[in-house]
């Protein structure tokens, strides 16, 4: 089944604990993004990679950290959480970089930062 | 900067009513639109998606409507069911800028169907 999956699904932890949540698709698709999603402010853009090893910031990276050696994973890395980094973190993919592709994302995945 | 706006925030329906879904954008430049469904606990289904280039799409009991020049989507939702009840995102897809295939979400539409 074409997919887009993350890990984990639901995650409590401290500040400062570095943390990491995997997506992979299956898709063979070259764009992959991640976004939090907010109460009040919506779904935002952090980072996106529009290839392999190719990345760049969304609207709000502040705090994050990525990275592309697969086609097939786009891990978001949290190096010291805080608090405000509380949210719900969804990935997305798209077949292509151009803007017109219709995107897919993932189940998402709920954060605490305590 | 490009801003959504969904229109009502929250809807209560009867089943078996036919129902309107509203979504406004701000910067008529764009490559395309994006209908989602988002349920409790899970991530988004794209429901829609309609180029610029295109004036509506449908899929089964859905319909979206695209006025590019007004800045209007519109998402039809034909004889609703309970199994409907959702939060009904739409997106937008910006022409030009630097960040490519990023998309700008409405706040979001909370339909209920009640049997």
């Known amino acids: 089944e074409a997919q887009v999956t993350q890990n984990p699904r639901y995650l409590i932890t401290v500040t400062g604990k570095k943390l990491t949540v995997t997506c992979s698709q299956n898709m063979n698709h070259e764009y992959m993004s991640w976004y939090r999603q907010d109460p009040g402010l919506g779904l935002r853009q952090i980072y996106y990679s529009m290839n392999v090893e190719v990345t760049d910031k969304g609207d709000v990276p502040e705090g994050y950290k990525v990275s592309r050696k697969e086609k097939r994973n786009f891990p978001l890395i949290l190096e010291s959480p805080s608090p405000n980094q509380t949210s719900l973190y969804f990935c997305?993919?798209?077949?292509?970089?151009?803007?017109?592709?219709?995107?897919?994302f993932g189940p998402g995945t709920r954060l605490t930062v305590l | 900067k490009q801003e959504v706006t969904q229109i009502p925030a929250a809807l209560s329906v009867p089943e078996g009513e036919n129902l309107v879904l509203n979504c406004s954008f701000t910067?008529?430049?764009?490559?395309?639109l994006q209908w989602f469904r988002q349920d409790p606990g899970k991530g988004l289904t794209s429901l829609l998606l309609?180029?610029?280039?295109?004036r509506e799409q449908t899929s089964g009991r859905l319909n979206a409507s695209l006025d590019k020049s007004s800045g209007r989507s519109t998402l039809y939702i034909a004889a609703s069911q309970p199994g409907d009840s959702a939060t009904y995102l739409c997106?937008?897809?910006?022409?030009?800028?630097?960040?490519?295939?990023?998309?700008?979400f409405g706040q979001g539409t909370i339909l209920t169907v009640h049997p």
């Open positions: 997106a937008v897809s910006n022409a030009g800028g630097t960040s490519y295939g990023k998309l700008t």
């Open positions: 910067d008529s430049a764009i490559y395309n």
């Open positions: 309609i180029q610029s280039s295109q």
């Open positions: 997305a993919s798209s077949p292509g970089t151009r803007s017109y592709n219709e995107q897919f």
